[in-house]
């Protein structure tokens, strides 16, 4: 599985990693908080579509974790509050698509192409807590608690979600179905996670 999802994404996650390079174009505050404000938006988000799943797979995912880091951040940086410039996406009910994108999951294999993003993410975020640190200062005691995540045991936490992954047993339907949602998913963070500008506004 773990190969298949990496060959069968590999176009689009290389379109987002191009996209968040132009993170370093975030070069005050305000507009690191409304980037913070969209990555909050995107998880609440993603923990309607979770939240529905039950007992579906029995991955710990850790979706409130990276929501409460969230609210920290933006606490601390003084911009705790509604998003901006960002559709939200946190009010569909669990039998609705979320947003009108993200439609509820059916099967495990789905979840699994989801979390194999969101595991993934963390991945990138150690890098962008880097990038932000020398643009801004922010540290994860002051406002990048998120993006710097579990920090060293980040590569330990993925190797053990690919294990966990690779243990499971999975038809070709399987595949196809994780391959299409980790797209969707790659998909979604893009569609979302525009860089602010001062006002809150896409540029």
Not at 113 to 136: M, N, P
Not at 167 to 194: M, N, Y
């Amino acid at each position: 599985m773990l190969a298949l999802l990496r060959t069968n994404t590999q176009p689009i996650h290389h379109d987002l990693e191009n996209q968040l390079r132009g993170f370093a174009g975030i070069d005050s505050v305000a507009k690191y908080g409304a980037l913070l404000r969209r990555y909050l938006d995107l998880y609440e988000g993603l923990s309607v579509c979770l939240a529905a799943t039950g007992p579906l797979v029995d991955w710990p995912h850790d979706g409130d974790e990276r929501r409460g880091w969230l609210r920290e951040d933006l606490t601390v940086l003084g911009g705790a509050g509604p998003t901006d410039g960002a559709v939200s996406m946190a009010s569909a009910g669990s039998g609705t698509a979320v947003d009108g994108r993200f439609a509820p999951f059916t099967s495990r294999a789905e979840v699994v192409g989801c979390l194999y993003v969101i595991e993934g993410s963390a991945l990138g975020g150690v890098r962008l807590a880097r990038g932000f640190t020398e643009q801004l200062g922010v540290t994860p005691e002051r406002g990048a608690r998120f993006f710097t995540g579990r920090g060293p045991e980040t590569a330990a936490r993925w190797k053990a979600f690919c294990a966990w992954m690779e243990a499971q047993a999975w038809s070709a339907a399987d595949e196809a179905a994780a391959s299409a949602r980790a797209v969707t998913t790659f998909r979604w963070f893009g569609e979302h996670l525009a860089v602010p500008t001062e006002a809150g506004v896409s540029s």
